[in-house]
């Protein structure tokens, strides 16, 4: 059996350059470079989008997400697999059982639940729920590796100790996902990527920080892009050095450069390291940053509605295949069948 890579990518609404370069340009290329020795199964995760509001229409959302991936290079081939979780009902089914072996004590340490919930009046139980969800999402599949922003690498240690729990409980089912340090191992990087707020780069780029300059969106035409990358944030040192503590600035316009140049950081650190005129390096990332946007923007516009509609029905039958065979497992296991 060949092992399985699995991923989905959460879109309630439009992406980040930090989401492109953090998650989805990492999957893809794995993608293209492991779609022979590996199942790739690439998911939308619709279900989750349901926990909070929705910018726009869902379904068109949904195929929305699967063209990023498609603009951003996914080469497809057999061997990758493309669906959406609400159109395989073993999802929800074995996250119940899950639900039945995961603790409240660990659900209530969750890092983004806690984020989530802060200071709100009211909190929706899929928001609390919401990781052993995802943990059924990659345990249908026996998925050995899983690869994620940073901010996910929680979850994927919460669906280890599920998988874990349950098998010992239970006998042996599920297949153990890799941990974390071999994920990051896996996806070339030492650690998470974590794309940096451009005025405030202590922050992670988030969507939802208000501002236009704090944040890339996809949408963002190149030369706007560009823009906002020469008013970056950095310090006042004088000196180019990657330290994410002390220059956080600087040390993401080089990591930005490193991801969408697919070279390795420790590079792009070494070409850069001691020079002085951060307006130098500012004008070569803006234009990184805007050859990025300009090809991603036109690949996009040549997908169509009708291209993705017709890649899905294989991609759901197959997941439905799979995913109901564990499931039926597990029901066994559990003494339900
Ligand atoms: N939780 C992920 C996010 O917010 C999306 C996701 C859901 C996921 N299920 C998954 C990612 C399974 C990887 C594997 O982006």
Sequence with gaps: MKKTILTGLRVNSELTLGNYLGALLPMVRLANKYSKEYAVNIFVPDLHSIISSIDGNLQENTLRSIKYYLAAGLELNENIHIYRQSHVPAHAELAWVLNCVATMGEMSRMIQY???????????????????????????????????????????????????????????TFVVPEETRKQAEFMGTDNGIRIRDLVNPDKKMSKSTPGENSKIMLSDTPEQAAKKIMGATTDSLENINFDLSTQPGVSNLLQIEALINDRPLGEVIREWQGKTRYGDLKKQVAASVQNLLADFQAKYAAISDADIEKLLPEGEAYANEIANAKLAEVYQKVGLR
Excluded at 114 to 129: A, H, R
């Design 114 to 172: 806690k984020e989530k919930s802060e200071g709100k009046e009211s909190t929706n139980v899929g928001i609390f729920d919401y990781p052993v969800l995802m943990a059924a999402d990659i345990l249908l599949y026996s998925a050995s590796f899983v690869p994620v922003g940073e901010d996910q690498f929680q979850h994927l240690e919460l669906t280890r100790n599920l998988a874990e729990r349950f098998n010992n409980r239970f006998g042996e």
